[in-house]
């Protein structure tokens, strides 16, 4: 698997394997690996596709027999009611929890990084840390992810933070905090996004611009997953609605506290 | 590699900010320290005896302070997933973790332990073998707390349970390094018998440490 280029690089990769090794066994990439294609693909055939993936939370089922195909600028809005397993199936596909039953795979990309490598994930948190200032929250995630550390002037003005900046993060308004997660994804880029209600918290012009900013990644050639409730402002998607295939609605006795 | 850099700078950053762990490590350090002479009272001789066992035990809890929240505070804050979709492997982003946390809690522990043994009647060769075996120990503190504090998160509001869970751990470290602090003082033993095995202690744990830890954090994709 390890390259004949980038030495340190394939030494990490050894360290890594090593780390998997400690796990008694349990491989988590197992479901979530890609498939190994040509090194020198284009972005442009990328596909990420699902075949009958399950999830379990709790030893409740959340939701089973879930497949789904999305190509390079392609967006996948995945609906359901409150509880139906948006976040859970987004969370899956970025590697955070194990499916119980199914197969990921990425045709495409880069086969030594998995799925997770090469996504960015949005959730309902805003991964920020108020002590530190604007720029220095998006100067570490570009930094962690990889990419040049001069950037993030433009990302900040792309999502409208610019003159911000130098403020610590911890006086940002929900929506503002909201945008300045988002600049990350613009800051490094990756070519899948998983998105979990990007638009909520934000005002109508952000939508917009956060709109504009979805279809330039689909327009080079990156794909879209969305959990959402609401329109999200793309054209042509294809939707994924996990109400069908859910289980019956969990009774209040069946509320394990916060995840 | 940036982005390890990153994470060392990022958590030295906010450790040192308002409402981080460093000077609160330090300050409590000095405050229990301090307390010992008020009350075992003014017998120089015992506090003498006793002083480097005395640093070693708030060494011991002043590190243990700033690990509850090395894990917890990225867990809740949505930052560890992140750090686990990272192309950085876990285990060395733990290590700089725990380099960050003893570059801020433990190093000015040895720095603030010389000023503090004044209290404790200690005399300058006995202060300087006492920080050589705070240097040498601390990081084994760190780095075992490291795995104490992964599994809390794990487990949730794990305050109290990362003390149950490290403090155990962490006796070997507490006997070798008050026995080697007490040799250089007093003791029949020669110094470098039991500072060797300290030493040694340390270096196990900055290889068990990371991995274990690893280990715990993945366990969260349950």
């Given at each position: 698997m390890a390259g004949v280029a980038g030495a340190p690089r394939s030494a990490l990769r050894l360290i890594r394997a090593f780390g998997g090794l400690c796990q008694f066994g349990e491989d988590d990439h197992e479901n979530v690996r890609c498939c190994a294609t040509l090194r020198d693909s284009r972005i442009s055939l990328m596909r990420?596709?699902?075949?009958?993936?399950?999830?379990?939370?709790?030893?409740?089922?959340?939701?089973?027999?879930?497949?789904?195909?999305?190509?390079?600028?392609?967006?996948?809005?995945?609906?359901?009611?409150?509880?139906?397993?948006?976040?859970?199936?987004?969370?899956?596909?970025?590697?955070?929890?194990?499916?119980?039953?199914?197969?990921?795979?990425?045709?495409?990309?880069?086969?030594?990084?998995?799925?997770?490598?090469?996504a960015h994930y949005l959730g309902h948190q805003d991964a920020l840390k108020p002590s530190l200032s604007v720029a220095e929250n998006l100067l570490f995630w570009a930094g962690f992810f990889g990419a040049r550390p001069a950037a993030v002037d433009a990302p900040l003005g792309a999502v409208g933070l610019g003159a911000l900046a130098g403020?610590?993060?911890?006086?940002?308004?929900?929506?503002?905090?909201?945008?300045?997660?988002?600049?990350?994804?613009?800051?490094?880029?990756?070519?899948?996004?998983?998105?979990?209600?990007?638009?909520?918290?934000?005002?109508?012009?952000?939508?917009?611009?956060?709109?504009?900013?979805?279809?330039?990644h689909l327009g080079s050639g990156g794909l879209i997953l969305a959990a959402t409730h609401g329109p999200i402002g793309l054209g042509t998607t294809q939707e994924l609605r996990l109400d069908q295939s859910a289980g019956p609605t969990p009774s209040p006795e069946a509320y394990e506290g916060p995840s | 590699m940036t982005a390890l850099t990153a994470v060392l700078i990022r958590d030295m950053r906010i450790a040192v900010r308002v409402g981080g762990g460093a000077l609160m490590g330090v300050l409590f350090f000095l405050v229990v320290v301090t307390l010992v002479p008020f009350a075992l009272g003014p017998d120089l001789a015992l506090l003498k005896r006793i002083g480097p066992a005395v640093l070693w035990l708030a060494?011991?809890?002043?590190?243990?302070?700033?690990?509850?929240?090395?894990?917890?505070?990225?867990?809740?804050?949505?930052?560890?997933?992140?750090?686990?979709?990272?192309?950085?492997?876990?285990?060395?982003?733990?290590?700089?973790?725990?380099?960050?946390?003893?570059?801020?809690?433990?190093?000015?522990?040895?720095?603030?332990?010389?000023?503090?043994?004044?209290?404790?009647?200690?005399?300058?060769?006995?202060?300087?073998?006492?920080?050589?075996?705070?240097?040498?120990?601390?990081?084994?503190?760190?780095?075992?707390?490291?795995?104490?504090?992964?599994?809390?998160?794990t487990l949730r509001r794990g305050g109290l349970l990362l003390a149950v869970l490290v403090l155990p751990l962490t006796v070997p470290v507490l006997i070798f390094g008050v026995a080697a602090a007490n040799a250089a003082i007093a003791g029949p033993v020669p110094f470098g018998t039991p500072f060797t095995i300290l030493c040694a202690l340390t270096l196990a744990s900055l290889v068990v440490g990371p991995f274990a830890a690893a280990a715990a954090l993945r366990q969260e994709k349950e």
């Open positions: 990420l596709s699902a075949v009958g993936l399950a999830c379990r939370r709790g030893g409740r089922e959340v939701f089973a027999g879930i497949g789904f195909s999305v190509g390079a600028g392609e967006a996948l809005i995945v609906s359901g009611r409150n509880g139906a397993g948006k976040s859970s199936l987004l969370r899956t596909v970025a590697g955070l929890l194990r499916a119980a039953e199914g197969r990921l795979t990425l045709d495409g990309g880069d086969p030594e990084l998995s799925i997770a490598e090469q403020l610590p993060a911890a006086y940002l308004s929900a929506g503002q905090r909201r945008r300045l997660s988002l600049a990350r994804l613009i800051a490094v880029p990756r070519p899948i996004w998983l998105l979990d209600e990007p638009m909520s918290t934000l005002d109508s012009a952000a939508q917009e611009r956060l709109t504009g900013l979805m279809q330039a | 060494a011991l809890l002043a590190s243990l302070l700033a690990l509850d929240r090395l894990f917890s505070a990225d867990h809740d804050d949505g930052s560890l997933d992140l750090i686990l979709m990272g192309r950085a492997p876990l285990e060395l982003v733990i290590a700089m973790k725990g380099l960050a946390h003893w570059l801020t809690t433990g190093l000015p522990l040895i720095v603030a332990a010389p000023l503090i043994g004044l209290l404790l009647d200690l005399d300058a060769p006995a202060e300087a073998a006492l920080a050589l075996t705070l240097l040498a120990g601390t990081p084994a503190l760190t780095f075992i707390g490291l795995i104490g504090a992964a599994i809390a998160v």
